[in-house]
């Protein structure tokens, strides 16, 4: 079996010098990168002149960021409320709000939207690389630039989980590199990026927890629980004026998440019924998979992706289960990413049973010559005459 080179881990530092040295080392993933910033951007500005883009939602995030500018509530008219994060938690808008004090158009949410959804090709790279060599870390990342997850995302105006892709891999980078200090950080702005993600953070603390590091893994699935609470719960209904979270679209499965958790308990079909119930679900999930052939089911990287499907293939909101829209932002790094780890699992698994096979082989091939009598095939290989009569030296010889 052909042994993939491991080079040495490069890790992701934001420092002048650092960044600059990483250009100079891989000016192939910054062109790669580059380019995918202006054709992402490109096609939604082109979108939004010729009248394709609409209210609902560009509408509503420029309205909002246009408030943070002038340093008041993220209102929309056209969503109908006077704070957007009553509507969703997603407080790492205000960060694009400087940029309006350059350019106060809805374009720029666009073009932050290309570039943000770009740069998560450098953490794909950074992660495939010590397992595909640097070849095949080029040609993920090169696929990665291409999956229409991201197209279908950048081509429908502009959303908060345009900062999803880039965070939800820099998470995945930094666990896998252990360095845990940017892990909790980039764990910290993704939670602020919108409240449902704190689930997908409980399935990360899984995921660490697996690979050996129990006690983050545990902080980790606490922190996710404490903040989808608190989203929910009270940071959303303070700023709706007390009026209750809205998208809880699983009643299916029960009024809310504890009492779902406990029906799914008490009737696991419940939970398979609602999967499959559908053929939509099963061709948008074969999508997902298919441009990476599935390697990501060879990977533990799979539990982070569990919540971030269940999410949508639970729902009742028909757009959920569909191909089209934003929500595989997501999901997006997670499949390349899980693709580049599971196929060397898939290589060892491959080589293993191709040695068993051999030695079960070789076994059952002793075991009929010894039967037949040695007539099948020969058990020891005859000595030359000379070893079977050795000649007798004397003393001197």
Avoid at 102 to 118: E, K, M, N, Y
Avoid at 210 to 232: E, Q, S
Avoid at 263 to 285: C, I, Y
């Amino acid at each position: 079996m052909t042994v993939i080179a491991q080079p040495r881990r490069v890790g992701l530092h934001l420092s002048p010098s650092r960044v600059g040295v990483f250009v100079r080392e891989q000016p192939l993933l910054v062109l790669l990168t580059l380019l995918a910033a202006v054709a992402y951007s490109t096609y939604s500005i082109l979108r939004h002149v010729h009248y394709a883009s609409a209210g609902n939602d560009l509408g509503i995030f420029d309205q909002a960021i246009w408030h943070y500018s002038r340093f008041e509530a993220p209102a929309s008219s056209v969503r109908g409320v006077s704070n957007l994060l009553g509507d969703h938690f997603h407080p790492i808008l205000v960060v694009l709000a400087p940029l309006y004090w350059l350019w106060s158009d809805p374009r720029t949410l666009l073009i932050a939207q290309g570039i943000l959804v770009a740069a998560s090709i450098v953490p794909v790279f950074l992660f495939a690389r010590p397992r595909l060599g640097t070849r095949g870390a080029h040609l993920l990342a090169g696929a990665y630039a291409l999956y229409w997850a991201l197209h279908a995302g950048v081509a429908f105006d502009f959303h908060e989980v345009a900062f999803a892709p880039l965070l939800v891999a820099l998470v995945l980078l930094f666990v896998d590199q252990r360095r845990w200090t940017a892990y909790w950080v980039a764990s910290g702005l993704l939670l602020l990026v919108k409240e449902d993600l704190s689930l997908f953070m409980v399935f990360v603390g899984l995921y660490v927890a697996l690979l050996g590091h129990r006690r983050r893994g545990a902080i980790t699935v606490l922190v996710g629980v404490a903040y989808f609470v608190l989203a929910t719960k009270v940071f959303i209904p303070a700023f709706a004026g007390g009026a209750p979270y809205q998208y809880w679209s699983y009643r299916q499965l029960g009024p809310d998440l504890p009492h779902a958790l406990l029906n799914v308990a008490r009737s696991p079909t419940l939970l398979l019924n609602t999967l499959f119930d559908h053929p939509e679900k099963m061709r948008t999930v074969a999508l997902l998979l298919a441009p990476f052939l599935g390697l990501i089911v060879y990977s533990r990287l799979a539990i982070a992706a569990v919540p971030l499907l269940a999410e949508r293939m639970l729902s009742s909101i028909p757009a959920l289960w569909q191909a089209d829209f934003h929500y595989s932002l997501a999901i997006a790094p997670i499949i390349a990413m899980g693709a580049a780890d599971g196929l060397p699992n898939l290589l060892r698994i491959l080589g293993t049973t191709g040695v068993r096979r051999a030695r079960g082989d070789r076994s059952r091939g002793r075991a009929t010559a010894q039967r037949g009598g040695g007539c099948a095939i020969p058990t020891h290989i005859p000595r030359p005459p000379e070893l079977l009569h050795p000649i007798r030296r004397g003393p001197g010889n």
